[in-house]
């Protein structure tokens, strides 16, 4: 158990809709990362946060945002959700965002019909 | 900025070794490693930062090679418990803390 939590495990919703999904990081951890995974494929580096504040941003589609809360936990919105957007979604999280560990979550599936 | 690695894929028998490459155009910060069982979250194997330092976990070591950004996995005494994906992950100077992962290279190791 990585001590990261990612809620729901599953998600399925219908094209045009909007989801959100939420990462508590482990206890200690300032900063959060997302990540996608299509089917088979390698970890796509989405966006990262350390302690509330964005620090980085990779090719996130402007249809996706993300936050992260005082308490540190980070929510990733998905809206107007294409086919193409399934995928598993991964958070991340690391003591000080940088030279140290990540720690992934069990991630969470999401399925566009 | 993706890193590069290979092979994309090794086939082992149990006891045998492997090396799996991980280079970058960009000047780094740091090396990444991670194993991913299939329908599993990546596992944090080891971290290599500036200065060529080589680690370990278990029989699974690495190496960073800092003038010319690349980093190398080696598979020492395969055991069946090393199948999976591995990643490398590049932090680059230029581009703060953003962990970009390469593609990955699935090893089998067969008994």
């Known amino acids: 158990d990585s001590g990261v939590t990612q809620t729901p495990k599953h998600l399925i919703t219908a094209t045009g809709q909007r989801v959100t999904l939420r990462c508590s990081p482990r206890?200690?951890?300032?900063?959060v990362y997302w990540y996608q995974q299509s089917l088979d494929q390698g970890l796509q580096f989405l966006i990262q946060?350390?302690?509330?504040?964005?620090?980085a941003k990779g090719n996130i589609l402007e249809r996706f945002s993300a936050q992260q809360f005082p308490d540190l936990h980070s929510e990733l919105n998905l809206s107007s959700l294409e086919l193409g957007d399934s995928a598993l979604y991964f958070c991340?999280?690391?003591?000080?965002?940088?030279?140290?560990?990540?720690?992934f979550g069990n991630g969470t599936r999401l399925t566009v019909t | 900025q993706q890193p590069v690695q290979s092979p994309q894929a090794v086939i082992l028998r149990e006891g045998e070794d492997a090396v799996i490459n991980c280079s970058s155009s960009?000047?780094?910060?740091?090396v990444h490693w991670y194993r991913q069982k299939h329908g599993e979250a990546p596992v944090f194997l080891m971290i290599?930062?500036?200065?060529?330092e080589q680690k370990g976990h278990e029989k699974i070591s690495a190496s960073f090679n800092e003038k010319k950004q690349q980093s190398s996995l080696y598979l020492t005494a395969s055991q069946l418990s090393y199948s999976g994906t591995y990643f490398c992950?590049?932090?680059?100077?230029?581009?703060?803390?953003?962990?970009?992962f390469g593609g990955g290279t699935r090893v089998l190791v067969k008994p």
């Open positions: 946060y350390y302690n509330g504040e964005e620090r």
């Open positions: 991340a999280s690391s003591h000080t965002g940088g030279n140290s560990p990540l720690h």
């Open positions: 992950g590049t932090e680059i100077i230029a581009a703060g803390n953003k962990l970009t």
């Open positions: 960009k000047a780094l910060y740091s």
């Open positions: 290599l930062l500036k200065g060529g």
């Open positions: 206890s200690g951890d300032l900063s």
